[in-house]
C-alpha cells in the first residue's frame, strides 16, 4: 500500500455513511471498517503472492532500508553514498539508497544538516554523514509526530454553491418577467439573488476539485525552508531562503547556512547571488564541503550529541 499524496487509512463503525473518496473498504470483525480514502487518487494498493522465490514484489525489493528502522545506519548511508557522485539532494530521491525520503523531507533534512543540496555525495566528510544520518531521522520523526505532510501548493477546493429549486406555477411565471425585465435593463437574468436554473440541454458546469482534508496535517506549518523561497532563514536570521531546480524539482535551502563553492545546479530567478570564487582557488568540479575517503577507516562510531532541531525551533 501506498498512500500518495492525500490518501489515508480510517477506522470507523460500519454503520458511517461512506466518503465519497473511499477507494478500498475491509470489513473487520466487531461492526468495524477500515477505509482508504485517497480524493487526489495517487494512493496505490497491490495484491501480491508472495512464493519463496519472490517473498517480496519487485518494486519493494530494490528498495533501501527503512529510515526510521534499524537497518539504516550510518556506516550504510556512507557506503550508499560514497558510490555516487551526484548531487547529494537528487542521490536522497534514489529510493534504492533510503525508502520513503521525498522532496521536502530531503531538502528539510539537509537544512539540518547545514549541507549545501548540489554537493557531491561522494564528497561528504564523516561528520556531514552523520549529521545527514540524524537530521533524516529527526525529520521524518517530527513529521510523523505532527501527522504527516501535504504540500501548501495543494489548496482544499472551495464549496459548491447550492442551487435553489426550480420554480412552479405562479413563482415560475414572475421568474420569467423579472428576467425578461432585467433583459430589457441589459442586465443578466442570473444576477439576482436566486440563481435561476439551468436552462435544458445546457452544458453542465464542470464538478469541483475534490477538498483536501486538512485535520490530520500539521507539519506544512513548521517548514524550516521548503516553500519559503525569499523569507529570512530560521536558523540564522540573517540569509534568505533559496530555491534550485535539480532534475526538476524545487530544492530550498538557506546559502548562509548551507555554503558552497560552484554549484553545478541552474538557479531561478530571486535566488540570492552565489558568491565569486576567491582568487587562486580552482573551482572546477569543486565545493567547499571537504572531501574524504573512507579507505583504510573503520566503521563510524557514533557520536552522541544534542538534536539538530528541538519542538521551540532550530538550533
Given at each position: 500500500m501506498h498512500l500518495g499524496m492525500t490518501g489515508h487509512l480510517r477506522l470507523c463503525p460500519a454503520a458511517e455513511p461512506a466518503d465519497p473518496h473511499d477507494h478500498l473498504v475491509c470489513r473487520l470483525d466487531g461492526g468495524m471498517h477500515l477505509r482508504f480514502t485517497d480524493p487526489r487518487r495517487f494512493g496505490v494498493v497491490d495484491l501480491f503472492?508472495?512464493?519463496?522465490?519472490?517473498p517480496w514484489p519487485p518494486e519493494l525489493a530494490r528498495l533501501g532500508p527503512e529510515p526510521l528502522g534499524p537497518e539504516f545506519t550510518v556506516d550504510r548511508l556512507a557506503e550508499a553514498l560514497h558510490r555516487?557522485?551526484?548531487?547529494?539532494?537528487?542521490?536522497?530521491?534514489?529510493?534504492?539508497?533510503?525508502?520513503?525520503?521525498?522532496?521536502?523531507?530531503a531538502a528539510e533534512a539537509l537544512f539540518l544538516a547545514r549541507i549545501h543540496p548540489a554537493t557531491p555525495a561522494a564528497r561528504l566528510s564523516d561528520r556531514q554523514i552523520e549529521a545527514l544520518h540524524q537530521a533524516i531521522r529527526e525529520t521524518l520523526q517530527r513529521a510523523i509526530a505532527a501527522g504527516s505532510t501535504v504540500p501548501p501548493e495543494v489548496p482544499p477546493a472551495p464549496a459548491a454553491p447550492a442551487v435553489p429549486p426550480a420554480p412552479s406555477?405562479?413563482?415560475?411565471?414572475?421568474?420569467?418577467?423579472?428576467?425578461?425585465?432585467?433583459?430589457?435593463?441589459?442586465?443578466?437574468?442570473?444576477?439576482s439573488a436566486g440563481q435561476a436554473p439551468p436552462r435544458r440541454g445546457a452544458r453542465p458546469s464542470p464538478a469541483p476539485e475534490p477538498a483536501i482534508d486538512r485535520s490530520h496535517t500539521y507539519f506544512p506549518f513548521a517548514f524550516a525552508v521548503y516553500g519559503r523561497e525569499g523569507q529570512p532563514c530560521p536558523r540564522c536570521r540573517t540569509g534568505r531562503v533559496a530555491r534550485l531546480v535539480q532534475v526538476g524539482r524545487s530544492t530550498f535551502f538557506c546559502p548562509r547556512c548551507q555554503p558552497a563553492g560552484r554549484s553545478p545546479e541552474r538557479s531561478v530567478p530571486h535566488s540570492p547571488r552565489k558568491p565569486s570564487p576567491r582568487p587562486g582557488r580552482s573551482t572546477s568540479g569543486t565545493t567547499s564541503c571537504p572531501a574524504s575517503s573512507r579507505s583504510g577507516r573503520g566503521p563510524l562510531r557514533r557520536r552522541q550529541g544534542r538534536p539538530l532541531a528541538t519542538p521551540g525551533g532550530i538550533v
Amino acid at each position: 500500500m501506498h498512500l500518495g499524496m492525500t490518501g489515508h487509512l480510517r477506522l470507523c463503525p460500519a454503520a458511517e455513511p461512506a466518503d465519497p473518496h473511499d477507494h478500498l473498504v475491509c470489513r473487520l470483525d466487531g461492526g468495524m471498517h477500515l477505509r482508504f480514502t485517497d480524493p487526489r487518487r495517487f494512493g496505490v494498493v497491490d495484491l501480491f503472492r508472495r512464493t519463496r522465490a519472490a517473498p517480496w514484489p519487485p518494486e519493494l525489493a530494490r528498495l533501501g532500508p527503512e529510515p526510521l528502522g534499524p537497518e539504516f545506519t550510518v556506516d550504510r548511508l556512507a557506503e550508499a553514498l560514497h558510490r555516487r557522485s551526484g548531487p547529494i539532494k537528487n542521490v536522497l530521491l534514489d529510493q534504492r539508497v533510503v525508502a520513503g525520503l521525498g522532496n521536502i523531507y530531503a531538502a528539510e533534512a539537509l537544512f539540518l544538516a547545514r549541507i549545501h543540496p548540489a554537493t557531491p555525495a561522494a564528497r561528504l566528510s564523516d561528520r556531514q554523514i552523520e549529521a545527514l544520518h540524524q537530521a533524516i531521522r529527526e525529520t521524518l520523526q517530527r513529521a510523523i509526530a505532527a501527522g504527516s505532510t501535504v504540500p501548501p501548493e495543494v489548496p482544499p477546493a472551495p464549496a459548491a454553491p447550492a442551487v435553489p429549486p426550480a420554480p412552479s406555477g405562479s413563482d415560475a411565471s414572475a421568474t420569467r418577467a423579472t428576467a425578461r425585465s432585467r433583459r430589457r435593463a441589459g442586465a443578466s437574468p442570473r444576477a439576482s439573488a436566486g440563481q435561476a436554473p439551468p436552462r435544458r440541454g445546457a452544458r453542465p458546469s464542470p464538478a469541483p476539485e475534490p477538498a483536501i482534508d486538512r485535520s490530520h496535517t500539521y507539519f506544512p506549518f513548521a517548514f524550516a525552508v521548503y516553500g519559503r523561497e525569499g523569507q529570512p532563514c530560521p536558523r540564522c536570521r540573517t540569509g534568505r531562503v533559496a530555491r534550485l531546480v535539480q532534475v526538476g524539482r524545487s530544492t530550498f535551502f538557506c546559502p548562509r547556512c548551507q555554503p558552497a563553492g560552484r554549484s553545478p545546479e541552474r538557479s531561478v530567478p530571486h535566488s540570492p547571488r552565489k558568491p565569486s570564487p576567491r582568487p587562486g582557488r580552482s573551482t572546477s568540479g569543486t565545493t567547499s564541503c571537504p572531501a574524504s575517503s573512507r579507505s583504510g577507516r573503520g566503521p563510524l562510531r557514533r557520536r552522541q550529541g544534542r538534536p539538530l532541531a528541538t519542538p521551540g525551533g532550530i538550533v
